[in-house]
């Protein structure tokens, strides 16, 4: 038995009242906002650190996938394409890119410089009237039987409580659902397996032309697999790319890891070029094995994944021509986790369903990257090495609302990287480009449930479909 001391019994403020309160600050959470508030729900959302967007902001800004499917159809509208919109205008966004020239592509990828993504962000939150806590911790469900009627927070003002008609869970694990004893599923289900988690950091200094001309003249060597040329442009030589994501190296790197001289444990590269010349994102710090549900693992995830930025950082200098005066400009605020709990809510979708297209008539949302399950082996033996799940989705499939409701719990709807899927299918669900568009439609049914006094899981869906077309979203 854990030794145990008994709290005393207190009287906490009820420091707000909300319509419809959102928890979590990452891009599910700020569009889920701004949909409740537009729709003329009185909005709080809170999060937990300073920084509004997590994998979108902070010192990263990793490029958002899947706006549209490999075809070309569009699977994401409304309020994230907003935002695109808002960063274009204003310089810090090269709009969508469709990938082509490999195997696995993600339709399209939208690059932006993060820094004008927290403008953006802060300015669409404050224009819509949400009221935004940042340093705002969940803490534990207001719990009225089995309706969620709020929540506790702790923060430096300490222990306080929110009053909400509608809570909608984008704390990315779940937290809120399980706390409130919504059925859900541990990190990495019963697979026993747990996606590696990734600190993506920035690095500039690259000079992509000695890169590009290495990669030309010992292709074996490198086995870049998007393509990369030299072109004659208006100010000399220029390099042209057929992605913004450059992988491979194999070559290079598995006999270092082989051999335990590699420092981290994935002999593989993946980069990412930022809107900057010379400049790359790097998604090579990767930790296995850290369950983002336990205090102790998350905690020391976080110290290793820092600790092997060094290493992925040696390895790029020594090796890697046009990469040896590179310097680190930044890291994220926090790691990156693929895989938290998921909602075992109303409707669980599966990657049959998604393969199929099957239609629903309660279509919220829809995706279409392929489903990219990282390995999760911290010793890689590449000859033995498997794709968990390959499958793609040339056309988008479809998302039903019931995959943000939790059964048994009510006053609560769940939106983002924990929505309601199998893992195989949050595995292709989870891009920011989807999660935003299950935001989108949390934050509209919460705002009809709150204002019509249904409970979310009764909330007249033609209603919700209709002022999502209005907004913009894509729900057919
Ligand atoms: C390393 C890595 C690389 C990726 N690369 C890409 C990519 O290139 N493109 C792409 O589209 N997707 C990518 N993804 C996937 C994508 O970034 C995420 O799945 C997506 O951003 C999830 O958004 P979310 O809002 O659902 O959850 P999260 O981003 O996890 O946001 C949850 C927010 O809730 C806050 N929070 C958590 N608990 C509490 C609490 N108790 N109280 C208050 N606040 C809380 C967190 O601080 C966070 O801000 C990547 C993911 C990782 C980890």
Redesign the pocket.
């Given at each position: 038995m854990p030794r145990t001391v008994t709290e005393p019994e207190r009287q906490t403020p009820v420091w707000k009242d909300s319509d419809v309160l959102v928890?979590?600050?990452?891009?599910?959470?700020?569009v889920a906002a701004v949909a409740a508030a537009r729709s003329g729900a009185r909005t709080v959302l809170?999060?937990?650190?300073g920084?509004?967007?997590?994998?979108?902001a902070g010192s990263v800004g990793?490029?958002?996938?899947?706006f549209f499917s490999t075809s070309g159809k569009r699977l994401t509208g409304g309020i994230p394409e907003e935002i695109v919109t808002r960063m274009m205008a204003l310089g810090g966004c090269a709009g969508h890119t469709m990938e082509s020239g490999q195997k696995y592509s993600?339709g399209s990828?939208?690059v932006f410089d993060p820094e004008v993504f927290s403008r953006v962000v802060h300015q669409l939150l404050n224009e819509s009237g949400v009221d935004v806590y940042l340093h705002?911790?969940?803490?534990a469900p207001w719990m009225d039987g089995h309706t969620v009627k709020g929540v506790f927070?702790e923060t430096k003002s300490g222990r306080l409580a929110i009053s909400a008609r509608v809570t909608v869970d984008?704390?990315?694990?779940g937290?809120?659902a399980f706390r409130a004893g919504a059925p859900t599923a541990k990190p990495g289900g019963d697979s026993g397996e747990i996606?590696p988690?990734?600190?993506?950091f920035v690095i500039d200094g690259v000079d992509v032309l000695r890169f590009a001309e290495a990669v030309r003249t010992n292709p074996e060597l490198y086995r870049v697999h998007q393509k990369i040329g030299i072109v004659d442009g208006a100010r000399g030589p220029q390099v042209q790319y057929s992605s913004r994501e450059i992988s491979g190296l194999e070559p290079l790197m598995v006999p270092l890891h082989a051999a335990d001289k590699l420092g981290f444990p994935q002999p593989f590269m993946i980069l990412?070029r930022t809107m900057r010349e010379g400049q790359f994102?790097v998604?090579m710090a990767?930790v296995v094995d850290v369950d983002v549900t336990d205090v102790d693992s998350y905690s020391r995830g976080e110290m290793l994944a820092r600790m092997r930025v060094a290493p992925v950082m040696d390895f790029l200098r020594q090796y890697v021509p046009g990469f040896e005066h590179i310097r680190v400009v930044s890291t994220p605020h926090?790691?990156?986790?693929?895989e938290?709990r998921l909602l075992l809510g109303e409707h669980i979708l599966t990657i049959d369903e998604m393969a199929a297209r099957q239609t629903y008539p309660d279509t919220v949302a829809m995706g279409g990257?392929y489903v990219d399950i990282h390995r999760v082996e911290e010793k890689v033996d590449f000859a033995k090495r498997k794709v968990p799940v390959a499958q793609t989705f040339p056309d988008g499939y479809f998302i039903p609302y019931r995959c943000l409701v939790p059964r048994q719990v009510d006053g609560l709807l769940v939106?983002?990287?924990?929505?309601s899927a199998t893992r195989a299918a949050m595995g292709s669900v989870?891009?920011?480009?989807?999660?935003?568009a299950?935001?989108q439609a949390a934050g509209v049914a919460a705002a009809l449930s709150a204002k019509s006094g249904a409970a979310p899981r009764d909330v007249n869906m033609a209603a919700a479909q209709d002022t999502l077309r209005r907004l913009g979203g894509i729900v057919e």
């Open positions: 928890v979590g600050g990452g891009v599910a959470g700020i809170i999060e937990q650190s920084v509004l967007g997590n994998m979108a990793l490029p958002i996938l899947a993600s990828i939208t705002t911790w969940f803490a927070v984008c704390s990315g694990d937290d809120v996606q988690a990734t600190l993506p990412c994102f998604n990767k926090q790691l990156g986790i693929r938290g990257r939106a983002g990287r924990c929505s989870r891009v920011m480009g989807c999660v935003m299950l935001g």
